[in-house]
């Protein structure tokens, strides 16, 4: 038996460290910290204790908390998450973001219980705060990713005209950092960084790449190794890949106004079903609850929501054409 609690008590013991790491990440993420001098400082350049004031004692004594647990957990994570994680330039470690998912779920699950006084809802709770992380990390990918590709044409002209005007590729990034506002300006901040600890450029811009997953970007990489390696007139060949970029754009821009009546179609014919359920709720709630009640009936309207979910997925998939 006292084998049992001291298993027990070892088990809260690394649960209760685990939360303070997911909480001190949790703030981190809200606060959104993006600077990356300030990430490095954090994990690289711990500062003395005895050289500091009060409060950069406490940080440094929270720093080290936050590596050593990070390091004792780093059994979560993955390479996958961690290029998810940097795609949405969020200033936290794989580790921490699943132990915040755990926290959120133990929380939910709990919370769930006690206020329905039921597993179901707490369970129902748990499914959903473990959905919601993933949600919101890859909500803020597609964001970023998607600010950066209408700031990739501007980036080009930019680099195109510091070229032309006699700068190296180089100094022409870091034109862009100096020019262009955020997600380009910290993207590029990145690359520089990458190439002054001694990573190729071409190994740089495709770390880029695998972050933004443009397209447009892929092109112009290439055109660029290409351009290193059998030599040519830089000038040239970026003036040539910036209007392709804007053609591309322009196509696919009237191919959303040619699809855009399909599309927004879709959205009602979804919506439809349930607006129609909520208004005879509202209306005749006594007829519309007999469709509900335990029983075969209740097939159909779970069979309806699968049904019209399947048809909105295959309409979305009808009129989406890559360019």
């Known amino acids: 038996m006292s084998t049992l609690l001291l298993i027990l008590f070892l088990v809260a013991s690394v649960i209760v460290m685990a939360g303070g790491v997911a909480i001190i990440g949790l703030v981190t993420v809200l606060q959104g910290t993006n600077s990356v001098n300030e990430r490095l400082e954090t994990y690289a350049m711990i500062p003395e204790i005895g050289q500091n004031t009060g409060g950069e004692r406490r940080k440094a004594r929270l720093i080290r908390y936050r590596l050593r647990l990070n390091n004792m957990l780093s059994v979560f994570a993955s390479e996958k998450l961690s290029l998810q994680l940097s795609s949405a330039n969020w200033p936290i470690s794989e580790t921490e973001f699943v132990l915040i998912r ?10 769930g219980w006690l206020l329905f006084r039921t597993p179901i809802s707490g369970i129902g709770f748990a499914l959903i705060a473990y959905l919601l992380p993933g949600f919101l990390l890859q909500r803020a990918i597609h964001k970023r990713q998607s600010d950066f590709q209408r700031q990739l044409v ?71 190794n290409i351009n ?39 959205y009602i014919l979804t919506m439809l079903p349930f607006l129609i359920v909520g208004a005879l709720f509202i209306m005749s709630p006594d007829y519309i ?35």
Not at 246 to 261: D, H, N, P, V
């Open 102 to 111: 755990i926290w959120l779920i133990l929380v939910a699950l709990i919370g």
């Open 154 to 224: 501007d980036v080009l002209i930019l680099v195109n005209g510091a070229v032309g005007a006699g700068y190296s590729l180089l100094q022409s990034l870091d034109v862009v950092v100096q020019e262009m506002r955020a997600p380009a300006s910290e993207e590029f901040r990145r690359v520089r960084r990458e190439i002054g600890l001694g990573l190729p450029m071409n190994q740089a811009l495709e770390n880029l790449h695998q972050r933004m997953q443009s397209d447009d970007l892929y092109l112009v990489i290439t055109a660029i």
């Open 228 to 266: 290193s390696q059998v030599g040519g007139s830089l000038t040239t060949m970026l003036s040539a890949v910036t209007e392709t970029i804007r053609e591309r754009i322009r196509l696919f821009g009237e191919i959303r106004a040619i699809t855009s009546q399909q599309r927004y179609s879709s």
């Open 289 to 323: 609850k007999k469709l509900f009640e335990p029983g075969i009936t209740l097939c159909f309207p779970i069979g309806a929501i699968i049904f019209v979910l399947l048809g909105n997925i295959v309409v979305q998939r009808l009129i989406k054409i890559d360019v």
